[in-house]
């Protein structure tokens, strides 16, 4: 367990010491300062609206806010995919990891270390970015939207899986072909996502179980469907006013599907790096 | 046998096609500085792997410090240099000590005061705190053996130590062996460079094609000397007496060879030929180098890897 937070920590100051976190902080930073700079045109001229209703000054402000998750969703997975990509693939090539390993902590608890080492790392840069999100339409426009916490929790666990699975590719893959390959599961995620909501708009049921296929093979884009779909007006979601509101709802047996998935690539990853040649 | 840090029986590994190691069988003994020589891509990388946990054996039996391969609580005990010393290059040395003093589970307080120690004694007190991708191939090699000396090891693995050391690096490496043998740690060093090893190890072991074709101790061959004669005559009386002072005499050329055991056979082999009142027209001795002994235990086959 010691190896275990030793590896972790190792791996937070690496991302530290290589600036990854103050390259985070920084475009992070910019994307909120631009975010708020929208937010408040739209606030502004939605208050210049006398005579609009509540409701849909409320609607406006939550397509505007769940613009800002659905970005800072798509740079949680460009960071949950890239930061691990090379950590395994890249050290075994350099031969960093034979010092590491020769060590007497278990392999297990290399690689669990990296993965909570980044687990750390996709957290705080969530954290930054929703907060934020949340801080600037909370001063700006007083408005909180519903269900955050389940949203956000979905989102984690969304990046979690990814994070997991560039992590897995890495006992195997060299780092190029691992990055190809994550990222191309996650497009097929991402297609078969949008399949299935259009297939339930226009009634093709082919269409839309093609697309619940896809999301069984990689779980990631209906999490983030899911999130959406608390994180907006009951009224707003069921009307289908927006892009983010699922015309095709993900069950929370995906849910249960994408822990159970997270869980099972990492028992691959651990067996993989295990019995690796190093 | 209880005085063995390394057993090997019949160690194998297999990558694909390839056979990198066929058949390791060797011992090391505690204490002792155990040189492991052979040309490139000879597999003794692979073997250091194998009795480092790094690489699993195809097959074969192996204990290190009485303990199955890769085993923690014996990695504990064991220091490792590799052979191309690609560490965490963003630490600065003193982290990077820290780290791995860490990943021993050692207690801060002592931690610190051992790597103050360590520094000291590889010369990189005044770059501790320096990162590690400034330092020159030659400070990396030295923080690295500083790392696999972190633990007090009682068994110390050196893949190629001295390859990226200006000859004060060479000396330095020298000195820390010689230090850690009158402490009784084992050696285990892995080098092509037979001058090295001709200075620093006790036993050595010829591996060749993965397989440890000559093990010998090397006090007793650094003592051996070859012996050339010409005399006049030559009688069979003369060459069974002259095989009292070492091995076989043969006949070369009209000139007689044999192998003593000592430069102080010289004298007593001239006094007992001229006693007999044999002609001595020529008395030759030469010490065979380790070099001489290694191109011929490789043979003509064996090409620059």
Same mark, same amino acid.
């Given at each position: 367990?010691?190896?275990?937070?030793?590896?972790?920590?190792?791996?937070?100051?690496?991302?530290?010491?290589?600036?990854?976190?103050?390259?985070?902080?920084?475009?992070?930073?910019?994307?909120?300062?631009?975010?708020?700079?929208?937010?408040?045109?739209?606030?502004?001229?939605?208050?210049?609206?006398?005579?609009?209703?509540?409701?849909?000054?409320?609607?406006?402000?939550?397509?505007?806010?769940?613009?800002?998750?659905?970005?800072?969703?798509?740079?949680?997975?460009?960071?949950?995919?890239?930061?691990?990509?090379?950590?395994?693939?890249?050290?075994?090539?350099?031969?960093?990891?034979?010092?590491?390993?020769?060590?007497?902590?278990?392999?297990?608890?290399?690689?669990?270390?990296?993965?909570?080492?980044?687990?750390?790392?996709?957290?705080?840069?969530?954290?930054?970015?929703?907060?934020?999100?949340?801080?600037?339409?909370?001063?700006?426009?007083?408005?909180?939207?519903?269900?955050?916490?389940?949203?956000?929790?979905?989102?984690?666990?969304?990046?979690?899986?990814?994070?997991?699975?560039?992590?897995?590719?890495?006992?195997?893959?060299?780092?190029?072909?691992?990055?190809?390959?994550?990222?191309?599961?996650?497009?097929?995620?991402?297609?078969?996502?949008?399949?299935?909501?259009?297939?339930?708009?226009?009634?093709?049921?082919?269409?839309?179980?093609?697309?619940?296929?896809?999301?069984?093979?990689?779980?990631?884009?209906?999490?983030?469907?899911?999130?959406?779909?608390?994180?907006?007006?009951?009224?707003?979601?069921?009307?289908?006013?927006?892009?983010?509101?699922?015309?095709?709802?993900?069950?929370?047996?995906?849910?249960?599907?994408?822990?159970?998935?997270?869980?099972?690539?990492?028992?691959?990853?651990?067996?993989?790096?295990?019995?690796?040649?190093? | 046998?209880?005085?063995?840090?390394?057993?090997?029986?019949?160690?194998?590994?297999?990558?694909?096609?390839?056979?990198?190691?066929?058949?390791?069988?060797?011992?090391?003994?505690?204490?002792?500085?155990?040189?492991?020589?052979?040309?490139?891509?000879?597999?003794?990388?692979?073997?250091?792997?194998? *009795? /480092?946990? =790094?690489?699993? #054996? !195809? @097959? %074969?039996?192996?204990?290190?410090?009485?303990?199955?391969?890769? &085993? $923690?609580?014996?990695?504990?005990?064991?220091?490792?240099?590799?052979?191309?010393?690609?560490?965490?290059?963003?630490?600065?040395?003193?982290?990077?000590?820290?780290?791995?003093?860490?990943?021993?589970?050692?207690?801060?307080?002592?931690?610190?005061?051992?790597?103050?120690?360590?520094?000291?004694?590889?010369?990189?007190?005044?770059?501790?705190?320096?990162?590690?991708?400034?330092?020159?191939?030659?400070?990396?090699?030295?923080?690295?053996?500083?790392?696999?000396?972190?633990?007090?090891?009682? *068994? /110390?693995? =050196?893949?190629? #130590? !001295? @390859? %990226?050391?200006?000859?004060?690096?060479?000396?330095?490496?020298? &000195? $820390?062996?010689?230090?850690?043998?009158?402490?009784?740690?084992?050696?285990?060093?892995?080098?092509?460079?037979?001058?090295?090893?001709?200075?620093?190890?006790?036993?050595?072991?010829?591996?060749?094609?993965?397989?440890?074709?000559?093990?010998?101790?090397?006090?007793?061959?650094?003592?051996?000397?070859?012996?050339?004669?010409?005399?006049?005559?030559?009688?069979?009386?003369?060459?069974?007496?002259?095989?009292?002072?070492?091995?076989?005499?043969?006949?070369?050329?009209?000139?007689?060879?044999?192998?003593?055991?000592?430069?102080?056979?010289?004298?007593?082999?001239?006094?007992?030929?001229?006693?007999?009142?044999?002609?001595?027209?020529?008395?030759?001795?030469?010490?065979?180098?380790?070099?001489?002994?290694?191109?011929?235990?490789?043979?003509?086959?064996?090409?620059?890897?």
């Amino acid at each position: 367990m010691r190896g275990l937070l030793t590896i972790a920590h190792l791996t937070v100051h690496e991302a530290r010491r290589r600036k990854i976190l103050l390259a985070m902080l920084i475009l992070g930073l910019a994307f909120l300062s631009l975010f708020a700079t929208g937010f408040h045109f739209i606030n502004k001229s939605l208050e210049a609206e006398k005579k609009m209703p509540p409701q849909q000054r409320r609607f406006v402000l939550s397509n505007a806010v769940l613009a800002g998750f659905y970005a800072v969703n798509f740079l949680m997975i460009m960071t949950a995919v890239l930061t691990p990509v090379d950590t395994v693939s890249g050290e075994i090539d350099s031969g960093v990891i034979q010092t590491l390993a020769t060590k007497p902590i278990h392999r297990s608890e290399i690689l669990l270390g990296k993965w909570l080492g980044f687990f750390i790392v996709l957290l705080m840069y969530l954290t930054l970015m929703i907060g934020g999100i949340l801080l600037v339409v909370r001063i700006i426009g007083k408005f909180v939207p519903p269900n955050v916490g389940t949203g956000v929790s979905l989102m984690l666990l969304e990046g979690t899986l990814l994070l997991t699975l560039s992590i897995a590719g890495g006992t195997r893959l060299s780092t190029i072909t691992n990055g190809v390959m994550v990222f191309g599961l996650y497009g097929l995620a991402f297609i078969g996502g949008w399949m299935e909501q259009i297939g339930t708009l226009v009634g093709n049921s082919t269409t839309r179980y093609i697309g619940i296929l896809a999301s069984l093979v990689v779980p990631s884009e209906s999490l983030w469907q899911l999130a959406a779909y608390h994180m907006q007006p009951p009224l707003m979601r069921d009307l289908h006013l927006t892009p983010f509101s699922p015309a095709s709802v993900p069950s929370h047996f995906m849910v249960i599907w994408a822990a159970a998935y997270t869980a099972v690539a990492l028992g691959i990853a651990l067996w993989q790096f295990q019995k690796r040649n190093l | 046998m209880a005085d063995c840090v390394i057993e090997t029986r019949g160690l194998r590994k297999q990558f694909g096609e390839k056979t990198a190691v066929s058949d390791l069988t060797l011992s090391v003994r505690r204490g002792e500085v155990f040189g492991f020589l052979g040309p490139n891509g000879g597999g003794k990388t692979t073997s250091i792997k194998m *009795l /480092l946990g =790094l690489v699993k #054996p !195809t @097959s %074969g039996e192996a204990q290190v410090l009485s303990a199955p391969l890769g &085993d $923690i609580k014996a990695r504990g005990k064991i220091g490792f240099l590799p052979e191309h010393f690609r560490f965490h290059d963003w630490l600065t040395g003193r982290e990077f000590l820290g780290f791995h003093g860490r990943l021993y589970h050692m207690e801060s307080n002592p931690l610190a005061a051992r790597i103050e120690e360590l520094l000291a004694r590889v010369d990189l007190m005044d770059a501790a705190d320096r990162k590690m991708h400034e330092y020159s191939k030659g400070m990396l090699q030295r923080i690295g053996l500083a790392q696999a000396l972190l633990n007090e090891p009682e *068994l /110390l693995f =050196l893949d190629e #130590p !001295t @390859s %990226g050391l200006d000859p004060l690096g060479r000396l330095l490496v020298r &000195d $820390i062996i010689k230090e850690l043998r009158a402490q009784g740690t084992a050696v285990f060093l892995n080098s092509h460079l037979l001058g090295e090893v001709e200075i620093s190890c006790d036993r050595v072991a010829f591996v060749k094609k993965g397989r440890v074709v000559r093990e010998m101790a090397f006090h007793e061959q650094k003592d051996r000397v070859d012996v050339e004669l010409k005399l006049g005559p030559i009688t069979s009386e003369i060459l069974a007496g002259l095989s009292a002072f070492g091995g076989k005499p043969l006949l070369h050329n009209g000139h007689v060879r044999l192998q003593v055991s000592g430069e102080d056979k010289l004298p007593e082999i001239a006094c007992w030929l001229v006693n007999r009142g044999v002609k001595v027209y020529q008395l030759g001795a030469t010490r065979k180098s380790l070099e001489t002994v290694f191109l011929e235990i490789m043979g003509e086959d064996e090409r620059p890897g």
